[in-house]
């Protein structure tokens, strides 16, 4: 069996006083080993919700989650933090890079807080860093950096510790039209390169294009799929 990731039945609620809100209504979702999925549906629909259950970030109302065989919720909190240290990446749309750090002290931080030997922290992160094409940028900050270059180390970052799977929230959200055309070619190439697994929320139909199969949610829920053509 290769599938990666399945989730049965996954609900979510959330409650605020007399307001409750279903933001996950019984997904029902496999992904395979070194696929790339993308998520797609209108704002509101459950999109980002889905992924953060998934992952483990946020906890689930009910159903199940597993992630490698295993079930992600019945994990303890340091566990599963510990799981997603070293199994999992996550690039977001806010590149959330720390200001007064360099590229590569951004990129080798989450090997040091998972308590990796600095020098071979280092050795990797500017392995990483040349995998995007920023090796020469790698003593830049975040403010000396295009937005796309911000991307690409928040990439860089999420790659470091050779995850298993990365999720990815609205990757290209912030850029413009060429700048995201170069982030898909560098996720697909390293989806081709290195076999790891791609779960991309996205509103953008052209980063949907580029994947293996998308996924449609409404009302919290997936209503169908469909391969993109080409």
Known sequence: ???????????????????????????????????????????????????????????LTGGEVRVEGKVIHAMSDDERSEYRAKRMGFIFQAY?????????????????????????????????????GLRDWRDHKPSELSAGQQQRVAIARSLVNTPAIVWADEPTGNLDTDNSQNIMDLLCELNRTNGQTFVIVTHDTSVGSRTNRVLMMKNGQIEGEHAPKG
């Open 96 to 132: 959330n890079l720390l200001p007064v750090l360099s590229a590569l002290e951004n990129v080798e931080l989450p090997l040091l807080v998972a308590g990796a030997n600095p020098r071979m922290a280092r050795d990797k992160a500017l392995e990483t860093l040349g995998l995007v």
């Open 1 to 59: 069996m290769d599938d990666i990731i399945v989730g049965t039945d996954v609900r979510k609620t959330y409650e605020a006083g007399k307001i409750r809100v279903e933001a996950l209504r019984g997904v029902n979702m496999s992904v395979r080993k070194g696929e790339m999925v993308a998520i797609m549906g209108p704002s509101g629909c459950g999109k980002t919700t889905l992924l953060n259950c998934f992952s483990g970030i946020d906890d």
